[in-house]
């Protein structure tokens, strides 16, 4: 199985950057599809992007915003995060998914206005 850690998030201002690593131990990432999730409070967690054998997606509400990239020497996957909005605060998770799927701590991602 695989073990997944999050970091990078924190406090940014509205139009700002971030970028998080989701970095993985015990497989290599590129065995899995690695999903990005985010949860803000109240809401369901809502999906934000996929890398999936070097194909990307991205969710309608990120795409041209976010970016996907990966270092297999690092075995982490990172999500950069531009043009920050008030409304992409949220805890973002990744996500290992394969014949089962495997998640990560979180990480808080807050921006300000």
């Known amino acids: 199985q695989v073990q997944l850690v999050e970091s990078g998030g924190g406090l940014v201002q509205a139009g700002g950057s971030l970028r998080l690593s989701c970095a993985a131990s015990?497989?290599?990432?590129?065995?899995?599809?690695i999903r990005w999730f985010r949860q803000a409070p109240g809401k369901e967690r809502e999906h934000v992007a996929t890398?999936?054998?070097?194909?990307?997606y991205y969710a309608d509400s990120v795409k041209g915003r976010f970016t996907i990239s990966t270092d297999n020497a690092k075995n982490t996957v990172y999500l950069q995060m531009n043009s920050l909005k008030p409304e992409d605060t949220a805890v973002y998770y990744c996500?290992?998914?394969?014949?089962?799927?495997?998640w990560g701590q979180g990480t808080q991602v807050t921006v300000s206005s």
């Open positions: 890398w999936t054998g070097g194909v990307t």
């Open positions: 015990g497989r290599t990432f590129s065995s899995y599809a």
């Open positions: 996500a290992a998914v394969g014949t089962y799927t495997y």
